[in-house]
């Protein structure tokens, strides 16, 4: 089947019960039993959960892996497929990773024994020389958050298969439908549903994808006895959202495309941050890996100041932390998204105080930029 049949149908089958064409929302904390050890698939609803169960086949089959799991959150999902590693094994982490897994990192895996080292993972013969004997995992971010790094995700699977070590890859950015990391060897597959899989800013949840069935058995272990899973409710509402998935993206990359072009040409702005541009170092790659660029677009102000004023000016962009959703979002990552990262890092990544990040959301195009141009004057 194709992306947006698999999208509209994967886990969506009509209710038995009604016959229901939505999965309806299975608001219930426990199943009657028929007898002792007998049930029908679900006991309890933190263990399983009918609408859930449905969001996770639809998002596994999406990204084309044989295993799903829905979370509350997209780091509740990245700490559950942490666990796979152990105290005294070794992470390779891309060095510009979203505020929060670098946060998850360094502040709280630490305390725990699991060892980590930023690295460039743009450049693969980086990632070569950060191998490690105990090196257990690569995590990486592509095209990162926010500057828009794409990394080569066969190269980066084929050195970790060689060195025996995992590779997860956030997937949020992109979306299953502009780029698909199991394609290039990428073992697991996490993701922000909040953003585009959920795309009305409505929900927050996680999901982590992958194929290899013992991990899958652990992670699913892992989300039965935390608990951080993904309500009824919300799993309804990125169900619903999924559904609509190919149809959005197109727009956020059109547009996208078109925001990242006029900031370019505009004498306010320094620098732009977006993979759909031919001056980005990795254009041709993330032709090959991608199907389209997608929304996010980052630009370079020159100051603080000058940040401030594109952000308190513009009208109908919303000055907000998430991204992904419908309408379109700014943002300060310096002290929004990636206060947590300190500050000589940020700036030796990019990250300096003059940048803003932008997610295009679908409204007209036009009004986009009309906004755009008049918060630059």
């Known amino acids: 089947m194709g992306f947006s049949t698999t999208a509209i149908h994967a886990g969506n089958e009509p209710d038995v019960a009604t016959g229901a064409v939505t999965v309806p929302i299975y608001q219930t904390s426990t199943y ?22 449905a969001l996770e086949t639809n998002i596994a089959a999406l990204e084309g892996a044989r295993f799903g ?27 510009n990773t979203y505020g929060g897994t670098f946060r998850l990192f360094s502040k709280v895996l630490s305390n725990y024994g699991v060892e980590f080292d930023l690295v460039d993972t ?10 490690k004997p105990n090196t257990k995992m690569v995590f990486v971010e592509t095209p ?50 909040t953003k585009y899989l959920n795309g009305h800013s409505d929900s927050v949840g996680g999901f982590a994808a992958l194929n290899d069935e013992k991990d899958a058995e652990w992670i ?66 993330a032709k090959r890996q991608q199907k389209g660029f997608g929304g996010m677009v980052a630009f370079e102000t ?4 000058n940040a401030r004023k594109v952000l308190e000016s ?10 992904g959703g419908v309408e379109t979002l700014i943002s300060h990552p310096a002290t929004m998204t990636h206060a947590s990262v300190p500050a000589e890092k940020r700036e030796s990544l990019g990250i300096t105080d003059g ?16 906004d755009l141009d008049q918060a630059l004057i």
Do not use: W
């Open 122 to 131: 743009s450049d693969a013969s980086n990632l070569e020389q950060a191998f």
């Open 355 to 370: 940048l803003v990040r932008i997610s295009v959301g679908i409204e007209d195009l036009e009004d986009i930029i009309e």
């Open 69 to 95: 799991f829905a979370f509350a959150s997209g780091m509740s999902a990245t700490d559950a497929v942490l666990k796979l590693v152990k105290a005294g094994e070794h992470v390779i982490l891309g060095d």
């Open 314 to 323: 513009v009208k109908i962009c919303t000055l907000g932390e998430s991204l």
């Open 32 to 53: 009657a039993q028929e007898a002792l050890g007998k049930h029908k698939g679900y006991e309890y609803a933190r263990t399983q959960n009918p609408t859930r169960a």
């Open 302 to 305: 020159g100051s603080l100041d």
């Open 220 to 285: 699913g272990f892992i989300q039965n006895s935390v608990g951080a899973i993904l309500s009824p409710f919300d799993s309804f509402l990125v169900l619903r959202g999924t559904k609509t998935l190919a149809v959005r993206m197109e727009a956020h990359d059109k547009n996208g495309r078109a925001v990242a072009n006029f900031l370019t040409e505009h004498p306010k702005i320094q620098k732009v941050y977006y993979p759909g541009l031919a001056s980005h170092p990795q254009h041709e790659l």
């Open 144 to 193: 990162t958050n926010p500057i828009m790094t794409v990394t080569d995700l066969q190269a980066v699977s084929d050195i970790a298969h060689a060195h025996g070590a995992k590779v997860v890859c956030d997937n949020t950015y992109m979306s299953p439908y502009l780029q698909r990391p199991m394609e290039f060897g990428v073992d697991i597959v996490v993701h922000s549903t």
